[in-house]
């Protein structure tokens, strides 16, 4: 799907998360609710912090693990700039800018345009 952003969004962190899918991951306790969803504050075997989803998250044999592949790079665009969307989740879309810059913007900042890219 094709969106455009209707609000400028900078990204919040320089060295986002990373996580493969079965990468052990723990969790401070830490939690927030942002739009109706939950968050979970995790630190990565790779010593780097921030939020993931909670439906990210499985228990593992030795404590909880990603359950799939997920990166926290959001994506700084500016209003009128076109994306294509990807994933969804949480509130936030993965988006690809025509420059093939990508990562997570809120969906509250984009509006869809009814399009597909190629």
């Known amino acids: 799907m094709e969106f455009v952003v209707i609000a400028d969004w900078t990204a919040s962190y320089a060295d986002p998360i990373r996580l493969r899918a079965g990468d052990p991951v723990h969790l401070t306790g830490q939690q927030e609710e942002w739009d109706g969803h939950r968050w979970l504050w995790a630190i ?3 010593g780097r912090e ?3 989803p909670d ?8 404590g909880p693990v990603a359950r ?5 790079i959001e994506l700084t665009c500016r209003v ?7 994933a ?3 509130g936030w879309v993965w988006c690809r800018a025509e420059d093939g810059r990508a990562g997570w913007v809120p969906r509250s900042n984009l509006r869809a345009t009814g399009g597909m890219r190629a």
């Open 88 to 90: 969804e989740t949480h």
């Open 50 to 52: 921030g939020w993931i």
């Open 44 to 46: 990565s075997a790779r």
């Open 68 to 72: 799939r592949d997920y990166s926290a």
């Open 80 to 86: 009128a700039e076109r994306l294509a969307g990807g």
């Open 55 to 62: 439906n990210f998250i499985a228990q593992g044999p030795a």
